[in-house]
């Protein structure tokens, strides 16, 4: 009965080891969309992450609720981290004790708690020397242990730069678009303030290369879904989707200059959106209203007109925008339910300002002018 249950703890600790291991690699060194659902960082996304999106939306409200919010990215990537290692350690303690815990200890004798300590300290590389490996097989599994625990500290070591720099680059066009689309950005503020199609083709062609980075670092590294811009009216969503927004625009206005380049970024933003929805794991979902109103659309139109020549025909050209509309918003209105991250607007609201005309610190200048003025007088 003992050696059907050693060599069974053997086999579970083989298994666990082997499992810890494939995942490690497919999430951190594969660059590639993994499809299976036996995963680490699945459990974050099904599971976890509804729950904490739950809770923090019951329980805050405002800014609060948005840091709370970004919290979880971060955390679950620690918490990735923390049972592959706590995996690998059990595995090879239960390999170990399987195979008899052939250990030196004076003080406990051969227990699992002893075998399991053991591991622990050979697999961060310790080395107390207290508890010491007997028998020859103890020995090697203690030298692979030691070899797999160095290799799985430098991958994480070089995992977490190569995140925050994918992190980093991802966001440098949502920063770029604040001044150049407003606060959040829409489609129609970005068109208002470029002066001619020349402008409108060149960030295009920026957001091509943009949504094609997205689509690779998102991919290689899903964790990075979960992690929100700097700013709260930010996020890589709201500016993917106004990508997709402007580029279905200038293509539903017909031939012209920049047709060519506004088709190349729209496949691009659309390929990306429909990979992260299967990356994630979510159901396309059919918007219930319409973002896009009726007057709204009007007042684009009127946008357009200023840089863009008029369509022979305007029914023509809001049912083409309608039909580009229907090949993102699906996949675009799921990414934003699971992640909780509203969609931008068409056109801004009157009262919205951009990020970089808003300060804490400008009502304590102006107070502090007038009061030199008041000091003057």
């Not at 659902?37 to 996304?45: P, S, T």
């Not at 007997?134 to 995140?163: C, D, Q």
């Not at 949502?174 to 606060?183: F, M, N, P, Q, V």
């Not at 031939?255 to 496949?267: I, K, W």
């Amino acid at each position: 009965m003992n050696i059907v249950l050693d060599l069974l703890a053997a086999l579970a600790g083989l298994l666990l080891i082997s499992y810890t291991l494939w995942d490690t690699f497919r999430t951190v060194v594969l660059p590639r969309r993994v499809t299976s659902r036996l995963r680490v960082i699945w459990v974050f996304y099904r599971l976890l992450w509804p729950g904490w999106r739950r809770l923090v939306l019951r329980l805050s409200r405002g800014g609060a609720r948005e840091t709370l919010l970004s919290l979880f990215g971060p955390l679950a990537l620690l918490m990735q981290t923390a049972i592959w290692a706590t995996g690998l350690i059990l595995g090879f303690a239960l390999l170990l004790w399987g195979f008899g815990p052939d250990l030196n200890d004076p003080i406990a004798g051969p227990t699992f708690g002893t075998t399991l300590y053991f591991s622990g300290v050979t697999f961060l590389t310790l080395g107390f020397g207290d508890v010491r490996p007997v028998s020859a097989l103890a020995r090697l599994l203690a030298v692979a242990e030691a070899g797999v625990g160095f290799a799985f500290l430098a991958l994480v070591i070089s995992y977490l730069p190569t995140l925050y720099q994918a992190f980093s680059r991802r966001e440098v066009v949502i920063s770029l678009l604040d001044a150049r689309a407003g606060s959040p950005p829409s489609a129609g503020e970005l068109l208002r303030r470029c002066d001619e199609q020349h402008d409108v083709r060149a960030l295009l062609a920026e957001w091509e290369v943009w949504s094609a980075e997205v689509l690779e670092s998102h991919m290689s590294y899903p964790a990075l879904a979960l992690f929100r811009s700097l700013h709260d009216h930010q996020s890589w969503l709201a500016t993917l989707t106004t990508i997709l927004d402007t580029s279905a625009l200038m293509l539903s206005r017909g031939p012209g200059n920049v047709q060519r380049q506004a088709r190349l970024t729209f496949a691009m933003a659309r390929h990306t959106a429909v990979d992260l929805v299967q990356v994630l794991d979510v159901e396309p979902i059919y918007p219930d209203r319409n973002r896009l109103a009726p007057g709204t659309y009007a007042q684009l139109q009127a946008i357009l007109d200023d840089i863009y020549p008029a369509p022979a025909d305007p029914g023509s050209t809001q049912e083409q925008l309608r039909g580009l509309r229907q090949l993102y918003e699906p996949y675009v209105t799921a990414l934003s339910r699971f992640l909780h991250i509203p969609l931008p607007r068409w056109l801004p609201s009157s009262t919205e300002q951009d990020a970089w005309e808003a300060s804490p610190y400008d009502d304590m200048h102006w107070q502090r002018l007038q009061l030199g003025d008041d000091a003057d007088a």
